[in-house]
């Protein structure tokens, strides 16, 4: 296999990454809605864990971005 071919091969991968970090932002919302009309009591006290669950699955996504864009351009 030719480098140039790994390479950008190597970023399709980590692009996937990106995609699946945007699933799992909209599965920690979507899990924060439906607890929240449940149980509209609780709701404020959970919202510190959505935006620490919204962060860690967007640093994942931003770290899959900077792996694809290392990969591209840099090696």
């Known amino acids: ?3 140039e071919a790994a390479k950008l091969l190597g970023a399709g991968l980590a692009a996937i990454g ?3 970090a945007a699933l799992g932002v ?3 919302f979507a899990s924060f809605l439906e607890g929240a009309l ?3 009591g ?3 006290s959970q919202q ?3 935006f620490i669950g919204f962060a860690g ?3 994942l996504g931003l770290l ?3 792996t694809m864009i290392i990969l591209v351009f840099v090696a």
């Open 1 to 3: 296999m030719d480098q």
């Open 18 to 20: 990106m995609g699946i």
């Open 26 to 28: 909209g599965n920690v």
């Open 38 to 40: 449940r149980n509209p």
């Open 42 to 44: 609780a709701a404020d």
């Open 48 to 50: 510190g864990r959505l």
């Open 57 to 59: 699955a967007e640093l």
């Open 64 to 66: 899959a971005f900077v």
